[in-house]
Nanobody
Framework: QVQLVESGGGLVQAGGSLRLSCAAS????????MGWFRQAPGKEREFVAG????????YYAESVKGRFTISRNNAKNTVYLQMNSLKPEDTAVYYC?????????????WGQGTQVTVSS
């Protein structure tokens, strides 16, 4: 059973930074691509960033390019999302996801989510 547990969310002012973490268990997560998604109130869940098994390939939504950085520590089975220059429109519940592919999606396993609120 794959389990993904997010942490690091919170309230931050616009222009600030947060780092989200996702701890994976239940299988060797280092063999699989991981990603971050978010869902704002009244909106559909959207892709934010993805990272390949080795960490050699990363993918970002246009809205976060240059501000967010995804990374992973396979020895700790943990994926991170460093979020800088946060904007009020980044407010959402952020979800960690795991794929059965080693490069990218589709993502089949999901965490419970962590709330990020950016005040103006």
């Amino acid at each position: 059973q794959v389990q993904l547990v997010e942490s690091g969310g919170g309230l931050v002012q616009a222009g600030g930074s947060l780092r989200l973490s996702c701890a994976a268990s239940g299988r060797t997560s280092s063999r699989y691509a991981m990603g971050w998604f978010r869902q704002a109130p009244g909106k559909e869940r959207e892709f934010v960033a993805g990272i390949s098994m080795s960490g050699g390939s990363t993918y970002y939504a246009e809205s976060v390019k240059g501000r967010f950085t995804i990374s992973r520590n396979n020895a700790k089975n943990t994926v991170y999302l460093q979020m800088n220059s946060l904007k009020p429109e980044d407010t959402a519940v952020y979800y960690c996801a795991s794929s059965d592919s080693n490069q990218a999606g589709p993502y089949n396993y999901w965490g419970q989510g962590t709330q990020v609120t950016v005040s103006s």
